[in-house]
């Protein structure tokens, strides 16, 4: 098994962890890695859920915070193992996993590691199977199984944000939206209904759409409505009698989820829509003062954050919660995935200055 | 191996030959039994290539008519073995086969067998892999290896027209448009371009095509312009970079695939369009004196035939051709495929007066 030091630096942790493949299904050598290096710590009552590991502090403090870090990663493409790069002069860590997010995970081992007598208890978390189906989602499972360990005042979510306080999240919402027609040999087309030229409409609607900018609590959020898939057709000589276009929405935190399905409908009007996925965004949270202070004591600017994250299950569990990670989220899941060394380290300063109070 | 009555009824030899199955590719016993069936008739001269059979007679007449059927048929779908059944107090064999194109091989070989003594002479010619792609077409294949066996003066194809003669055939494109984006995350679509929306206009202009209606020697062939496949997009959460919209364009005799490419690319004028597959079609062939005697003898007024057939074969190697067999053609490929008895006798009877003169 491999060995974990936790008081090498986290730029040699991010290198060892990303070194160890843990793709979305097999987290587990990197989740017993982690188990052994965080079990034996006197200040931490660590539990393990699956590959989900839970390590507490209960210090008696007046406040909780929720550190979290996925474990998982996209599939790799020759991008394991890790190297150093240089880019514009400034050195990198290139790889899967080090932007999403690896280099975040391991900055919270080693302040999980070091800080005994933080100024609030800390509820870290490291979880699997973030990047595949959310009934999967080791964060979600937890959430249904011990929903108590996720009692805190304030949670951060190691997401990669340049090292920046990105708030909150847009909402998710994907659909299918359906036309149907009649069969018929393409000889005799007239005899039949052409299902995919009623689509005409509904890519001609998405291509016309202007997608809003939304404020919520001083951020900007910016939506997106697009076709992500279609399909249609089942030979060169049948005129096709159904075609389907997904369509995927990104809408603000200041619609709840049935705003975002109305809005689709009405966009959509007319057409066979179904709502086959809706995960409803994240206020920023920035209005509680443990986020407040946060933010003050890493110095950032708070943005919006536009893809949905972990944090709204934070959210939906009434914690408000925030992304703070190393890494170009532009980067995530690209195969010139790198995350460059200062942010490591800016991320692993911030976190440490605020959680001690120095 | 079954064996072939050729003294029974045509009606009872296509129930025969339906009830032996001959999905393309799997036609080897059916062509072993035809095979079987004819080599020892003194009046035929019989060559095998594969699994097409070719029976010519040598009667030093001075005109040579090829009469041509294919053996195989689509896949059999719960439709086989046939059923008498009754329709409108109709009676029709019902099956795979019964339509395309058995019923009219059934004809022609109870013909080649009887008829010892004809006023033409007649290469009569079964061929396989007529459902499938052109390559494995028999009769592509035989004209490649054996183009001499097509020397006639008129080619009379048993395809299903109702026991009409129908001249000649509408010609046959297909053409990919493509359109191209560039990949983004869909929570931060700005990023990217997407290539479905892109293809708006392509549907647009498919859906408002009028096709037209085009008279040819005195027939009216109508044209048709479809969609018949779509598809783009990689994951639901990202923006697709490609999309591709498969076009069948359907166009009259009058014009060649020249033409016919031209046409598609002015409608489809600013997209990326590759041509797939093109075969033109084949004019009437009804000026031709034999065409006109074969009319007359059969009693039938002439209609256009508006799907592709091998009678493009004949008339791309200068042979006039027309279809002429019983069946309905909306019922081929159908799962209700059926053939009435009266229409299986009526050819039977047109072409047994045409070619002996009788």
């Given amino acids: 098994m491999p060995v974990l030091d936790l008081t090498a630096s986290s730029v040699d942790l991010t290198r060892t962890i990303c070194d160890i493949p843990s793709v979305s299904g097999d987290e587990t050598p990197l989740a017993d890695a982690i188990f052994a290096a965080v079990d034996g710590l006197d200040h931490l009552e660590v539990t393990r859920h699956g590959d989900t590991i839970v390590a507490r ?5 007046a406040q909780r915070v929720a550190i979290a870090g996925h474990i998982d990663t996209v599939p790799i493409n020759g991008n394991v193992p890790t190297r150093d790069v240089d880019v514009d002069g400034q050195p990198f860590i290139w790889g899967r996993g080090t932007v999403d997010m690896k280099a975040g995970v391991a900055v919270q081992l080693k302040l999980a590691a070091e800080l005994t007598d933080p100024r609030v208890d800390i509820t870290w978390m490291w ?8 009934e999967l989602n080791g964060l979600t499972r937890l959430a249904a199984s ?7 005042d304030f949670a951060i979510l ?6 920046q306080v990105e708030g909150g999240c847009n909402g998710n919402l994907r659909a299918i939206v359906r036309t149907s027609g009649v069969r018929a040999h393409s000889a005799r087309a007239w005899i039949g ?4 030229h009623k689509a005409a409409p509904i890519l001609a609607r998405l291509a016309e759409y202007r997608p809003r900018e939304v404020e919520v609590e001083g951020l900007v959020y ?4 697009n076709a992500v898939r279609i399909g249609g057709g089942i030979a060169g000589n049948v005129i096709p009698d159904a ?13 709840d989820g049935a705003a975002a399905e109305a809005h689709i409908r009405d966009v959509l009007a007319g057409f066979d829509v179904e709502i086959v996925d809706l995960a409803e965004g994240a206020r920023p949270g920035l209005d509680a003062p443990l986020a407040q202070e946060f933010v003050a004591a890493v110095g950032a600017v708070p943005q919006p954050k536009y893809g949905w994250t972990d944090v709204a299950r934070f959210s939906a569990m009434g914690v408000p919660a925030v992304n703070y990670g190393p890494g170009d989220p532009h980067l995530a899941h690209h195969d010139e995935e790198r995350v460059p060394l200062s942010q490591i380290e800016d991320v692993e300063r911030g976190l440490r200055a605020w959680l001690t109070g120095a």
Same sequence: chains 1, 2.
Avoid at 222 to 225: F, K, M, T, V
């Fill in 57 to 61: 502090t209960n210090l008696g403090r």
């Fill in 127 to 134: 979880y699997d199977h973030e990047e595949v189906a959310a």
């Fill in 158 to 163: 190691g997401e990669p944000s340049n090292g």
């Fill in 222 to 225: 910016r939506e997106g409505l």
């Fill in 146 to 152: 011990r929903p108590d360990l996720f009692e805190a």
């Fill in 243 to 255: 075609c389907e276009v997904e369509v995927n929405y990104r809408f603000a935190p200041s619609k």
């Fill in 193 to 196: 209904e052409n299902a995919i």
